[in-house]
Every structure is written in C-alpha cells, then in structure tokens.
C-alpha cells in the first residue's frame, strides 16, 4: 500500500476512535442535564461513529486492486458508503423528531446546564477539528466517504452550535418548550445534510463525468500531443472515487503503421497521467475513413 493510501485508512481508523470519544461525551452532557435538545446532539453522534464504521470499510475495500471479478478495481466502495450513510443520517433526523415531539408534550427544564453546556461544547470542538481533517484530506486523495464523514461531522457541529445556544436561551427565558424546539431543528438540518449526502454520491454511482475544467484540460492535452494523428472523438469521462476513467477514439492516416500509432497513443497518455492523477486511459485507434470530423481536429 503507498504511503498516502496507508495515511487514509489511518485517518478513517482515527474518525471511529474520535467519533466513540464523542459519543460518550456528548451521552454525558445528556445525563447531567436530561435535555432533549442535548439527547438529540447525542442520537447524532451515534451516527458518526456508524459513519466512520462505513467509511472505514469502504475505504479499506476501495484500495483492494482489480481482480478477475471486478477488473476495473473497487474504487465505487466508497459511494455505496456514502449513500449507507446518509440514509442513515436520515433515520438519525426521524428518530430525534420523535423525541422532540414527545418533549413538547411534556416540556422541562434541564438540570445542571452549566455543566452539560461545557461537556457538549468540548466535543463540539473535538468535532471542527476534526471535520476539516476529513474535509481537507479527503478531497486530496479524492475519497467520497471520507469529505461525506467529514462534511457530516459539520452538520454535527452546526447543530451543536445551535443546540447550545438555544440551551443558553432556555436558562434566561425559563421557556422550558424551547428544549424540544432545538431538537426539532435539530432534525430537519439533518435531514437536509442527509439528502445532500445521498445525492452526491449517486452522481458518482451514475459514473458522473469529472468537472468541466478538467474536461477541458483533457481535450488541450489530447489536441497538443497528438501531432500525426488526424482527430479524436467520442471523448468521455467519468469518475469512480480517486479514479479517473477517459477514453476516445483517435483517427490516424490509414498507411500509418501500428507502431507510429502507438506512439502518438503513448505520449498522449504520459500527458495525461501527468496532469490527471489516478487516471485510466482507453484509446481506440481507428483509420482515417472513420472520422467523423468533429470532437478534436488535429490537422
């Protein structure tokens, strides 16, 4: 395993440890104070730590490198994750509506808030910290279940921060419905980051094409490096978590030989992986009857 896929499966390892840390104190801010809007911030981090579960798996199963069954790798492990995930932050939001329902029925006032205040604040912070390392080094190493942990965890810290100052408001107006308010809220922010997670990751399940820029990149590097050549067509991309797939059909001279073909193959390839990292390459070398003169217009 390269160093930077063995430093991401340390990261993912690292967010269930961080996530059970959390959990736990998030559980004791709700014991010493039985607020609801604190209970739900805890039912959220149950969460996060089956979050990091998953992307632990998926992580560890995307490095597995290609084999007779899946001959173009596990790179998709990591949407599947994903999408377990923000199903699960979906079912997370449900069950906090519940409580939030039941405490409006039946309103209270915390106990010791100044003292579940600190707890929750401490894990608050334990989470931003956090959440910009999974955000950060997920979108280097381009791992779609470490930025969803991270980004999930951001959610977490929004409602956190939500939860205690709504907390703080109870304690000055004496309001003892607002608890289950906060929780309400607490549930449809979820719900929405929860939808946001599903969403993307069925983009990359659908094989979505890299971002526009890239594929400009990619076609400048294709039109410069392929001298000799007569066009490329039918160019198309698509992403499978750090993977890059690209292929197009390249039309030559017909008394061009095989080897002078390759050629031009290979330095538009060498181009290509030095700019496009993690990138699988397929060109189709066709003669020059088969243009279709479109796409990219080499002579």
Same mark, same amino acid.
């Given at each position: 395993?390269?160093? +930077?896929?063995? $430093?991401? =499966?340390?990261?993912?390892?690292? /967010?269930? @440890?961080?996530? #059970?840390?959390? *959990?736990? &104190?998030?559980?004791?801010?709700?014991?010493?104070?039985?607020?609801?809007?604190?209970?739900?911030?805890?039912?959220?981090?149950?969460?996060?730590?089956?979050?990091?579960?998953?992307?632990?798996?998926?992580?560890?199963?995307?490095?597995?490198?290609?084999?007779?069954?899946?001959?173009?790798?596990?790179?998709?492990?990591?949407?599947?994750?994903?999408?377990?995930?923000?199903?699960?932050?979906?079912?997370?939001?449900?069950?906090?509506?519940?409580?939030?329902?039941?405490?409006?029925?039946?309103?209270?006032?915390?106990?010791?808030?100044?003292?579940?205040?600190?707890?929750?604040?401490?894990?608050?912070?334990?989470?931003?910290?956090?959440?910009?390392?999974?955000?950060?080094?997920?979108?280097?190493?381009?791992?779609?279940?470490?930025? +969803?942990?991270? $980004?999930? =965890?951001?959610?977490?810290?929004? /409602?956190? @921060?939500?939860? #205690?100052?709504? *907390?703080? &408001?109870?304690?000055?107006?004496?309001?003892?419905?607002?608890?289950?308010?906060?929780?309400?809220?607490?549930?449809?922010?979820?719900?929405?980051?929860?939808?946001?997670?599903?969403?993307?990751?069925?983009?990359?399940?659908?094989?979505?094409?890299?971002?526009?820029?890239?594929?400009?990149?990619?076609?400048?590097?294709?039109?410069?490096?392929?001298?000799?050549?007569?066009?490329?067509?039918?160019?198309?991309?698509?992403?499978?978590?750090?993977?890059?797939?690209?292929?197009?059909?390249?039309?030559?001279?017909?008394?061009?030989?095989?080897?002078?073909?390759?050629?031009?193959?290979?330095?538009?390839?060498?181009?290509?992986?030095?700019?496009?990292?993690?990138?699988?390459?397929?060109?189709?070398?066709?003669?020059?009857?088969?243009?279709?003169?479109?796409?990219?217009?080499?002579?």
């Amino acid at each position: 395993m390269s160093t +930077a896929a063995n $430093r991401t =499966l340390a990261i993912a390892a690292s /967010s269930l @440890l961080i996530g #059970l840390v959390v *959990l736990g &104190l998030k559980f004791l801010a709700w014991y010493v104070t039985g607020s609801i809007a604190l209970y739900s911030d805890a039912l959220e981090s149950i969460v996060n730590v089956v979050t990091a579960i998953v992307a632990l798996i998926a992580v560890r199963l995307a490095q597995k490198p290609a084999d007779a069954a899946l001959p173009y790798g596990y790179h998709k492990a990591e949407y599947f994750s994903a999408v377990i995930v923000g199903v699960m932050i979906i079912v997370a939001a449900i069950l906090i509506a519940r409580e939030a329902v039941l405490g409006a029925m039946a309103p209270q006032l915390p106990e010791a808030p100044m003292q579940g205040l600190a707890i929750s604040g401490v894990a608050t912070v334990i989470n931003v910290i956090w959440a910009m390392v999974l955000i950060r080094h997920g979108g280097r190493v381009r791992s779609p279940a470490l930025e +969803a942990d991270g $980004r999930h =965890l951001l959610t977490d810290v929004v /409602s956190s @921060l939500g939860v #205690l100052a709504g *907390l703080a &408001l109870v304690l000055l107006t004496g309001w003892a419905v607002l608890d289950a308010i906060l929780a309400g809220l607490v549930a449809l922010n979820i719900l929405w980051s929860g939808w946001g997670v599903i969403r993307q990751s069925i983009g990359g399940l659908m094989d979505v094409a890299v971002q526009p820029e890239t594929q400009k990149v990619i076609r400048e590097i294709i039109a410069t490096n392929a001298d000799g050549a007569i066009e490329a067509h039918d160019i198309r991309t698509r992403q499978a978590g750090r993977m890059t797939f690209i292929d197009f059909h390249l039309v030559v001279p017909g008394a061009m030989s095989v080897d002078a073909a390759h050629a031009i193959c290979d330095r538009i390839e060498a181009r290509l992986r030095e700019t496009v990292k993690d990138a699988l390459i397929t060109i189709h070398v066709e003669p020059e009857e088969k243009a279709k003169h479109s796409g990219i217009v080499v002579v």
